[in-house]
């Protein structure tokens, strides 16, 4: 037995998987609302999504402008965290902003 490969001593044999899928990615969308301040979109883009607040203020002026921003795209687990963060924010504050994912 060589000191080389511990496995082989152990019994114990090693089998790479080459097809590793990807998680499934999901988009985080701002929805425009007549009563939800630009500012405090932006404010909930930099601390939320962690955007400069130049990338904030072209994301606030989609969602105002087109209705909808996309804020990124994450995993499920990270853009469902996300999409909760902006809800809580939001009802702290007394805005009726919606923020959804949507498979990517």
Avoid: W
């Avoid at 037995?1 to 790479?16: V, W």
């Avoid at 899928?21 to 701002?30: S, Y």
């Avoid at 904030?56 to 687990?77: D, F, P, S, W």
């Avoid at 809800?87 to 007394?94: F, I, K, Y």
């Amino acid at each position: 037995m060589s000191a080389d490969n511990p496995e082989t001593e152990l019994g114990i044999s090693i089998k790479t998987r080459e097809n590793i899928a990807e998680p499934p990615m999901f988009k985080v969308l701002l929805h425009n609302d007549d009563y939800t301040t630009m500012d405090f979109v932006i404010e909930i883009l930099m601390a939320v999504f962690k955007k400069t607040p130049e990338e904030a203020t072209q994301i606030m002026l989609n969602v105002h402008r087109k209705g909808l921003g996309l804020c990124g795209v994450y995993t499920h687990e990270v853009a469902e965290t996300k999409v909760d963060a902006v809800h809580s924010l939001a009802q702290e504050n007394g805005f009726p902003l919606k923020c959804s994912m949507e498979k990517e």
